[in-house]
């Protein structure tokens, strides 16, 4: 294995990896807020209780992603020189809004939402929630800005400083601002309510299931089967949105998702499928037009193919197929869950009904798969490029950094990460095994504040 699949793997694994807690904490944050807002507004002590026991949770789920976080940052540097010079201009303008406008905001006032109950009014630590939410979710936008524009790039020209060529920025909005920002930011901040959503369905239907918490489960589920039920529809609607975009300006991804090889021609839309590239065929179970109808809403409108591109700027069309179906399986399969839950919810039934609740345990997993797929699909959906039409991925690697050196550094980040996601483990189960509990002396300090 060469120095350029190497570092694109260790790229792929430490991301994977850190992009399993920034999802929970924005999801979970935007739950803390509705939590927080009842006990002021209620007065009830439940809402208190709630929210102490998931602030617990907010600060673990924040703490790891920050450490897994840090590692990806040194690898442009390590790995990915070439690239850092040719966007560094726009791409650190990005990352530095992040960290000094957003990370700084969640990470100052995390401090008073993890210590402050008894220390500040209830309404500044409702302010402290409220703060910690946006900053988490503020990170996202400039996380998503800086990838978008790798996506769609906008705003910018290219000069030359002596041998090498550099991407300088012209219009820091129209960078921002980019055509696939705002749909990748809602897809993505959907999908993390999602995730948030879900882990407290999940720990709050083992309460049920083990006859423990009850009220507090019952209250919990509440409040997280709202934000699910609106992530789950809402993420239908900028699913569709980003597809469109896609098709707008990434139609090579965009015939890559659905196996699409015909240059121009009507598109079908695969329910499963699997293709084969050497062939430039699909073979599977199909919606003929259906492809061409979401598009154009005319089922024998032509879509651009894959053969309307040259082979070597094509992307693995069969990897970011699977990925792409994976996804929008898990997702319909989330709407599902999410309304099924309503309805028993209506009935009157969802606390009694064993099979769905042993369903929202496990449906923790979903988001989680789902956000993974989705990044997949759509990283590996714009190569070769990692600026789309403008700098290749081979061209942007180190070229001084050797293939046994990515190794050793992935066989440590490796067992670096299994460290941590052990005591990630270890600490959540402990924290749930313990459960939403708080001494007299805390309620006490708490209601009189």
Not at 337 to 343: D, E
Not at 373 to 381: L, N, P, Q, R, T
Request: proline share 3%; charged share 15%.
């Amino acid at each position: 294995m060469d120095a350029l699949f190497l570092a694109r793997f260790q790229f792929a694994f430490t991301i994977a990896f850190h992009y399993i807690f920034p999802p929970m904490s924005i999801g979970l944050g935007l739950i803390l807020v509705f939590m927080e807002g009842m006990y002021l507004r209620t007065g009830n002590a439940l809402y208190h209780k709630m929210t102490r026991f998931w602030v617990k949770i907010f600060g673990l789920i924040f703490a790891i992603g920050v450490a897994s976080g840090i590692v990806m940052e040194f690898q442009f540097g390590t790995n990915w020189s070439a690239y850092s010079r040719y966007v560094g201009d726009i791409f650190g303008s990005a990352l530095a809004a992040e960290g000094i406008f957003a990370f700084f905001l969640e990470s100052g006032f995390l401090a008073v939402l993890l210590f402050g109950w008894d220390k500040v009014s209830k309404r500044t630590h409702f302010l402290a929630t409220v703060l910690v939410c946006f900053g988490a979710h503020f990170s996202a936008v400039w996380i998503i800005v800086a990838n978008s524009w790798q996506q769609t790039p906008a705003g910018y020209h290219i000069v030359q400083h002596g041998a090498q060529l550099r991407a300088e920025l012209t219009d820091f909005w129209a960078a921002v601002l980019n055509p696939s920002t705002l749909d990748r930011l809602s897809h993505t901040l959907m999908g993390a309510w999602q995730a948030g959503a879900t882990l407290v369905l999940s720990v709050s239907a083992y309460y049920l299931l083990r006859r423990r918490h009850l009220e507090f489960a019952r209250a919990s589920i509440k409040v997280a089967l709202v934000v699910f039920v609106a992530a789950s529809l809402l993420q239908l609607v900028s699913g569709h949105s980003s597809a469109d975009g896609v098709a707008k300006n990434q139609p090579a991804k965009l015939a890559a998702f659905e196996g699409h090889f015909p240059r121009s021609a009507p598109a079908d839309m695969y329910l499963v499928g699997w293709v084969d590239e050497q062939d430039g065929s699909v073979s599977g179970i199909r919606l003929r037009g259906m492809l061409s109808w979401l598009v154009h809403w005319d089922a024998s409108a032509p879509v651009t193919g894959l053969e309307a591109f040259p082979e070597s700027d094509r992307p693995p069309v069969n990897m970011v197929f699977q990925s792409y179906h994976l996804m929008v399986a898990i997702g319909m399969g989330l709407i599902g869950i999410s309304l099924l839950g309503l309805l028993y919810w209506w009935r009157g039934k969802l606390f009694e009904t064993r099979w769905l609740l042993w369903i929202f345990v496990f449906s923790v997993l979903g988001p989680q798969l789902a956000n993974q797929m989705g990044w997949m699909s759509a990283e590996v959906g714009r190569q070769p490029w990692i600026v789309q039409g403008l700098l290749r991925t081979a061209d942007a690697v180190s070229p001084k950094v050797s293939a046994s050196e990515i190794w050793a550094s992935l066989i440590m980040f490796g067992l670096v990460y299994l460290l941590l996601f052990a005591v990630f483990i270890y600490l959540l189960d402990h924290k749930i095994k313990h459960g939403p509990v708080l001494d007299e002396g805390a309620e006490a300090g708490r209601a009189d504040a």
